[in-house]
């Protein structure tokens, strides 16, 4: 019985594993990411990828991550639905500002408390206007969190988000120059 239950848990494992892809991002070779953005990392990131969401780390996805959200449409949702989540839903003609309300929206709906959204500037990719801004909070664990968020609305290929969130104890700053680097590389395809 031990071992049916355990080929059980490995055949779930693999299945799962196989939704998503890991692979390592190497330090200054261009990556090309969700047909939108073209990135080059200065050090060694390790990826995950899944459908058109796209995450690097240096030290773990819950101690820091840079998360590149791609062609979100008119009606869809900034992030994937977890169950029984209200998620927040990107919608035509809307602003920097309204983004940026609708990112606090999910932050909440993901049990972040306390969510506080700071410093809205005008930003540059490639010479497309767009946006950027930061914030922090604690989310559903209790972890202190701190994140910089770069916004692209482009008319034809929707809402596009770079996000770096880390814990905000040490990992923030830690990783905060390698994960600035790759924002400064940005460039729009």
């Known amino acids: ?30 990556q090309e990411i969700g047909g939108i953005f073209r990135a ?4 060694l990131w390790s990826a995950m990828k899944s459908g058109d969401t796209q995450s690097w780390t240096i030290n773990g996805f819950s101690l820091e991550a840079i998360t590149f959200i791609t062609k979100v449409e008119d009606g ?8 029984g989540e209200d998620a927040p839903t990107f919608q035509k003609g809307m602003n920097a500002t309204d983004v940026v309300d609708l990112y606090e929206a999910l932050l909440s709906a993901r049990g972040y408390s306390q969510v506080a ?27 202190a969190k701190r994140g910089m968020v770069i916004g692209l609305i482009d008319e034809k ?33």
């Open 76 to 83: 869809e949702a900034i992030a994937p639905k977890i169950q």
């Open 40 to 43: 080059e990392p200065s050090r």
């Open 1 to 30: 019985m031990r071992l049916l239950k355990l080929a059980a848990a490995l055949a779930a494992f693999a299945l799962l594993a196989g939704c998503t892809a890991f692979s390592a991002v190497p330090p200054a070779k261009k």
């Open 117 to 143: 959204v700071r410093g809205l500037r005008p930003h540059a990719i490639s010479g497309a206007e767009a946006f950027r801004f930061d914030y922090d909070g604690f989310n559903r664990n209790g972890l």
């Open 157 to 189: 290929k929707g809402l596009n988000l770079v996000v770096y969130e880390a814990a905000a104890e040490h990992y923030y700053d830690a990783s905060r120059a390698a994960a600035e680097q790759v924002f400064d590389s940005l460039e729009k395809i």
